[in-house]
């Protein structure tokens, strides 16, 4: 039976390979080129020489950072391509019903051929996200925003989660429609749709955020990396304040909310310190910053891997049932 899955579908996994070595050369290249660019850069800040920002994800080749930009949609891709035809191709042609006249079980069937495809999904998504993983480190460690969706999506073992997930929505769809390019429709919306929930709505509760407050005089900002998730300012009575466009604002409060004293800074030359009245006032209001702490990465990297992981094997338990109990 692996012979076979590999007589059948070594032309995706060729292909699927060649795809990843090209894009490892590029990464492998550019990356080397891109750590050496981040480590003179530290040096010569360190040597007192100016220190300079290195564009992020873009530095050295835009073109690179708009590749690794794009392997946010390659998990969808094993799904379209590898996972959605699995059963529906077989369906249209009739195959599986002579597959399974013969000494192969439907269950024997599903479990070697959906079993392949996992794997090779999970290798697709583990060194798309090894390479870029480590192609990003210098931009991570300069910018420190690998929780933003455009990073956080695209290193470490998420998109294991997602490849395996798309394969078996793919499957899935494939098995309960029987056609091909319907079925391609339903996984590339579901996934798209899945991925938009989880990333806008369920991500940031994954785990408690922290809130801290501090006066508005002061200039307080957490160590290291962070996720903010909400800002602003506080009134006296511990309730934030509304922040309106057409307002002027003093250390982020509403100048509505300040005294007359206040007046004098928000002029074309205002004075280092506020007015003792001023600055009165401003005592009573703190600024507040919710936030998930950078050390939380890998902790959430687990649990979103770990719901794409719960969410697939869900899916391949529908196509067992599916196909176990059809008659044809």
């Not at 894009?23 to 050496?36: E, K, N, P, R, S």
């Not at 996934?191 to 785990?207: D, E, K, M, N, P």
Request: proline share 6%; hydrophobic share 50%.
């Amino acid at each position: 039976m692996t012979w076979l899955v590999w007589r059948q579908h070594r032309g995706q996994y060729l292909i699927g390979a060649a795809l990843l070595a090209a894009f490892a050369v590029t990464i492998v290249v550019t990356g080397t080129q891109v750590a050496d660019q981040f480590h003179a850069a530290q040096a010569a800040c360190a040597a007192g020489h100016g220190c300079q920002r290195l564009g992020g994800l873009f530095m050295g080749s835009k073109v690179v950072g708009l590749l690794v930009l794009a392997t946010l949609g390659t998990p969808v891709l094993v799904g379209l391509f590898w996972g959605a035809p699995l059963v529906a191709a077989e369906s249209e042609a009739g195959t599986t019903q002579f597959a399974w006249m013969q000494s192969v079980t439907r269950k024997r069937w599903l479990a070697v051929k959906i079993g392949w495809m996992l794997l090779a999904a999970a290798i697709w998504g583990g060194v798309i996200s090894a390479l870029v993983t480590w192609w990003a480190s210098p931009t991570n460690a300069e910018q420190l925003n690998q929780f933003d969706p455009g990073r956080f999506d695209i290193m470490g073992i998420v998109p294991v989660g997602y490849s395996l997930f798309a394969v078996a929505l793919g499957v899935t769809a494939g098995a309960l429609l029987r056609r091909t390019v319907p079925a391609v429709a339903v996984t590339l919306a579901g996934f798209v749709a899945v991925r938009v929930v989880i990333t806008l709505w369920l991500r940031s509760h994954y785990l408690s955020a922290v809130t801290v407050t501090s006066s508005v005089l002061g200039n307080y900002g957490p160590q290291g990396a962070y996720w903010r998730l909400a800002s602003g300012v506080l009134g006296p009575n511990g309730q934030p304040l509304p922040q309106p466009n057409n307002a002027l604002y003093l250390d982020g409060v509403p100048q509505t909310y300040l005294p007359h004293a206040c007046t004098v800074m928000y002029g074309p030359n205002p004075p280092d310190n506020p007015p003792a009245a001023c600055a009165q006032a401003l005592s009573h209001f703190r600024e507040y910053l919710t936030y998930q702490p950078g050390d939380r990465f890998w902790a959430f990297q687990g649990i979103e891997t770990g719901i794409f992981v719960v969410l697939a094997a869900t899916l391949i338990a529908v196509t067992a049932v599916t196909l176990l109990r059809r008659d044809v």
